[in-house]
């Protein structure tokens, strides 16, 4: 078992930066990529960004592609999702998630373990 733990979230105005955490224990040498997730109220759970927990390959989402910023800490089983020009529609609990198998995925299906969320508020 994989257990994921977010933290960073919080109420922040346009324009401003956050910067998320999401810390792994448990069986930790058996993930082999970490994804952020984000679902706003009343919306599906949308893919933020992935990462190679090895090779530190990454990918986003075009909604986020040159604002978001995802890398990892091996040494303290740690991914981080550095969050800049923020916008209102950013808002939504953003979830972190751990896949065993190779490769990148932006599907929610493909990641085994999930964290439970942190709240993030953008203000207009």
């Known amino acids: 078992q994989v257990q994921l733990v977010e933290s960073g979230g919080g109420l922040v105005q346009a324009g401003g930066s956050l910067r998320l955490s999401c810390a792994a224990s448990?069986?930790?040498?058996?993930?082999?990529?970490m994804g952020w997730f984000r679902q706003a109220p009343g919306k599906e759970r949308e893919f933020v960004a992935t990462?190679?927990?090895?090779?530190?390959?990454?990918s986003y989402a075009d909604s986020v592609k040159g604002r978001f910023t995802v890398s990892r800490d091996n040494a303290k089983n740690t991914v981080y999702l550095q969050m800049n020009s923020l916008k209102p529609e950013d808002t939504a609990v953003y979830s972190c998630?751990?896949?065993?198998?190779?490769?990148?995925?932006?599907?929610?299906?493909?990641?085994?373990?999930w964290g439970q969320g942190t709240q993030v508020t953008v203000s207009s």
């Open positions: 998630a751990a896949r065993t198998s190779p490769g990148l995925r932006v599907g929610p299906g493909g990641y085994d373990y």
């Open positions: 448990g069986r930790t040498f058996s993930i082999l990529t």
């Open positions: 990462i190679d927990w090895s090779g530190g390959s990454t």
